[in-house]
């Protein structure tokens, strides 16, 4: 269905995913103290901006390629279901030789998971060093991998909204810092079963090269490459060090920071960019 004949609101289909606050335990739960909350658009007028995006996309497709950029973790997905599946395996990898250790990890829920995976196992009540370090391990070995990326949700209203886009003309671009080795198939995959438009006219999947090559540098050399694709309109990130990086590429775009999950200690946010806390279309 196409917006030239319906409004946001008639195709936003319901989100598994909770609103997430920053990477902590209030998950779920209203984000009263994430660093960027306070610069959160108010409902009515992310909706307003996302609408003038795809207004902008249909206006700009019309002459020349228009382009919308997205993020994939923390921006269009929620990957929490996959470290609670990695945490649920971990507690039957432990549970004859950990058997306390494990029956914590089988507890875990997706509001329970925040930054980074020690912190998660101390959250959950693990507190022996050893396992901490042992259960790094395991779950290293399997969240950069195609197997556990099926886990993965949408953020809220993620999917009607990069659809908005597509059927408006843009040329969606899923620019990840996951890599091509070990996560290139499972991102499709988890794309196409969770209804985003993938594999078509149009779209365009780009990850990093290797594993290795840090997020920010692949993001900073793709940034200005985008141009090749065609105008653009709006870049959506979740780090605010690459939306500061894609404001600056593209000083005429949107800059979107999805205020959801972040690495700690977060650079101050270019004014430029503007502050949404999920895809929902419902003021």
């Not at 029956?103 to 930054?115: E, H, L, M, S």
Request: proline residues 8%; glycine residues 6%.
């Amino acid at each position: 269905m196409s917006l030239h004949h319906a409004t946001f609101r008639g195709l936003v289909s319901p989100s598994p995913s909770a609103l997430l606050a920053a990477r902590s335990s209030r998950y779920g739960r209203p984000a009263l103290t994430t660093p960027f909350f306070h610069l959160r658009l108010p409902p009515v007028e992310r909706v307003a901006l996302l609408q003038s995006i795809v207004d902008r996309v249909r206006s700009q497709a019309a002459r020349s390629p228009a382009v919308v950029v997205f993020d994939l973790d923390g921006t269009l997905m929620d990957n929490r279901p996959r470290v609670v599946a990695i945490l649920h395996e971990l507690a039957l990898a432990w549970r004859i030789v950990h058997p306390v250790a494990a029956a914590a990890c089988a507890r875990a829920q997706p509001d329970d998971i925040g930054y980074g995976f020690i912190e998660n196992l101390r959250r959950l009540g693990v507190v022996d060093p050893g396992l901490h370090q042992e259960g790094l391990a395991f779950w290293k070995a399997r969240f950069f991998q195609d197997p556990h990326v099926k886990h993965d949700i949408e953020i809220s209203g993620a999917r009607a909204y990069v659809k908005a886009c597509y059927e408006a003309g843009a040329v969606v671009v899923y620019l990840t810092g996951r890599d091509l080795p070990n996560m290139a198939l499972g991102s499709f995959a988890s794309l196409r079963d969770l209804g985003f438009p993938i594999g078509i006219i149009g779209t365009e999947l780009v990850v990093k090269p290797t594993f290795e090559m840090p997020d920010a540098e692949f993001k900073r050399e793709v940034a200005p490459e985008l141009k090749r694709l065609g105008t653009v309109v709006a870049t959506f990130d979740n780090e605010p060090a690459n939306v500061n990086l894609f404001v600056a590429a593209h000083p005429e775009s949107h800059g979107i920071f999805l205020d959801t999950q972040y690495a700690p200690n977060p650079v101050t946010l270019d004014p430029r960019a503007q502050v949404i806390p999920s895809f929902d279309l419902d003021p």
